[in-house]
């Protein structure tokens, strides 16, 4: 702990208020503690100070801090106060209780001064202590800069594609010039770009793309189908430390710009001697006394170049750039714990005074599928609880956690690029209408991350595996991917078998008979029609457990329980539906309406 800059209490004034006893200092309403006015500190340029109290106090009360301005140390020197905050105390015996204070600018020396509101409760200080707070310095963003580049030519199309050097995060610009006034040239698919026709008697375009894999910026074709006499010239940039982009379409004049951009020109001319370029950052051709000549020039820029108006290019575009954030500082540790049965304490420090909060750790679901199936009246979040939150997203599962849910059920199934992606339908359209009508199985993590189940990112299985795997039973559906089921059994933990249980619809016989010759247990899922038909008489055999409508008729739920087996209802929206499922006999129910079962979190 830092050295208290006024060390209690030899040299603190109170008033006659306050009683003192040893150390300890009685404070009732009205009582004021300050050091004396001849140890005025500096302010420091941070103006940031923490200030611990050690208190007992036998009901909630509150402590004022003012801010006593000093000139000089001293009584003369004293030129005023000014309010800073109220911080509000907790009851208890020995409290501990830390708030980081921002003092007011003006003179340059201060001591603190401490008062109990009139009508709050007497407070007995064991010790206060204020320091300098120990402020980590604002990070700043990395600067942007070029990670690489590449350029091409053409004449009459053709021209060979371009590949740099990127990273997940990058922004790639693709920058394209033609001679003449119409290009048949265009970005590629999935670039954001903006073609431009007769500018100054050229053309082109302009295009950039948030890079989500290195792939991105290899072999990037960038001429059109239709061949051009025109010199046609292309430059791949990707550069770093950029987080966002806005693109300006080829124009005749030069831009005013007032932040950090990319700046592109095009130039063309007959054979001449020697013109100035104004930029060398990146270059695609080069003029020439000798013959005619196209050049396409950009750089990174936070105003307009001033160019002779003789060498002046016959086009600009640009692309304002936007710096990536700042790294977060890792947060200071403000979490308290007291005593081996009393609740922890956390401290949440804000400008003016501190906020008592209670802290809990997440609840633990079942030990095992032989614990929750031993458990009459288990529940299992369907797809994280589909009814109460976005359906197979994390904040889903983990407000099921925190709604004490003991299992946790995952649709999911593999992308094109082998991803274990969270989506229980063959295409994602009904939890994003903006998506595209393509099955998952055949989309790249990539664009499937461009998308939102019902507002929330997508997820992984990694990530609810990573987060909940070891504490709650897990139930599986690998869906349009179960094929190939084995891949992502090879994604669980160890000792999955403990605390895995596949699911299926019923009468994938043949899914149900791998999985128990491979020693996992398994719930195949029915409805009412498959009893009715019999059909459930046939498919039941390989199956650890059944699943049953919970709003099938008692005949069905009757002839279901007679195979003798564990038959969970599904799919339960309230916790009246749920209560209905066990009236007819289920052990456990699948229930997607968590919040009506669990109201609160625990």
């Known amino acids: 702990m830092p050295v208290s800059s006024w060390p209690w209490k030899d040299r603190w004034w109170t008033s006659e208020k306050v009683t003192w006893n040893g150390d300890d200092a009685t404070a009732q309403a009205g009582a004021i503690l300050v050091p004396w006015a001849a140890d005025a500190k500096p302010v420091t340029e941070a103006r940031q100070w923490d200030i611990e109290y050690i208190y007992t106090a036998a009901a909630a009360s509150q402590v004022t801090i003012a801010q006593n301005l000093f000139r000089e140390p001293g009584e003369a020197g004293n030129v005023g106060q000014e309010s800073l905050a109220t911080s509000n105390l907790a009851p208890g015996t020995r409290m501990v209780l830390t708030v980081r204070m921002i003092l007011h600018k003006g003179l340059p020396l201060w001591t603190p001064q401490f008062s109990i509101p009139d009508g709050k409760p007497p407070v007995t200080f064991h010790r206060i202590a204020a320091w300098p707070a120990q402020v980590e310095p604002t990070p700043k963003p990395a ?23 990127s990273q997940a995060g990058d922004i790639a610009i693709l920058m394209m010039a033609s001679q003449w006034g119409n290009t048949s040239a265009h970005a590629p698919a999935g670039w954001t770009a903006q073609h431009s026709s007769d500018v100054g008697g050229r053309s082109g375009f302009i295009a950039a793309l948030k890079v989500t894999d290195p792939a991105q910026t290899q072999n990037v074709a960038w001429t059109g189908a239709t061949a051009s006499a025109a010199r046609e010239r292309a430059a791949l940039a990707v550069l770093t430390g950029a987080e966002d982009f806005t693109l300006h379409g080829w124009q005749t004049t030069v831009p005013e710009i007032s932040r950090l951009s990319l700046l592109v020109s095009q130039q063309h001319g007959a054979a001449r001697g020697g013109i100035e370029m104004w930029t060398q950052d990146i270059q695609s051709g080069a003029h020439s006394d000798a013959r005619s000549w196209s050049v396409l020039l950009a750089g990174l820029v936070d105003k307009a170049p001033s160019v002779p108006e003789k060498d002046a290019p016959q ?23 007291t005593g081996e049965t009393e609740p922890g304490r956390v401290r949440v420090l804000t400008d003016a005074e501190e906020i008592p909060a209670r802290m809990a750790a997440m ?7 032989d614990t929750m199936l031993n458990t009459h009246g288990f529940a299992v979040a369907h797809r994280g609880g589909s009814l109460s939150w976005p359906e197979a997203s994390m904040r889903a599962y983990t407000a099921a956690v925190a709604h004490g849910i003991g299992a946790l059920e995952i649709s999911c199934q593999q992308t094109a690029d082998g991803v274990w992606v969270l989506n229980h339908d063959q295409t994602l359209k009904r939890v994003d209408p903006t998506a595209p009508n393509t099955p998952v199985t055949q989309m790249t993590w990539a664009q499937i991350q461009t998308y939102r189940t019902q507002g929330e990112p997508f997820a992984r299985i990694e990530q ?31 000792g999955a078998k403990d605390r895995v249980i596949w699911k299926f619809s019923v009468d994938a016989t043949w899914l149900a008979r791998q999985w128990v010759a491979d020693g996992w247990r398994c719930w195949g899922y029915s409805y009412p029609e498959h009893v009715t038909s019999d059909q459930l008489k046939g498919w039941q055999e390989p199956w650890t457990c059944l699943g049953m409508s919970w709003d099938a008729s008692k005949e069905v739920w009757d002839k279901t329980l007679a195979f003798g087996k564990p038959v969970w209802g599904h799919i339960c929206p309230t916790a009246t539906a749920y209560a209905t499922a066990l009236g007819k006999g289920a052990v456990g129910c699948m229930v997607s309406g968590v919040a009506s079962l669990y109201p609160s979190s625990v």
């Open 143 to 165: 600067p942007i800069r070029i990670r690489s580049q590449a350029s091409g030519f053409a004449v009459g199309g053709g021209g060979a594609p371009l590949s740099c050097q």
């Open 363 to 369: 609840p633990a679901g079942y030990a095992s599928v």
């Open 464 to 494: 609810v595996l990573n987060a909940y795997a070891s504490s709650h039973v897990i139930v599986l559906d690998p869906k349009y991917s179960a094929a190939n089921w084995r891949a992502l059994a090879a994604l669980l933990p160890e």
């Open 315 to 337: 086009a600009w575009a640009w692309v304002d750039l936007t710096p990536a954030k700042a790294p977060t500082p890792p947060p200071t540790d403000t979490v308290e714990l």
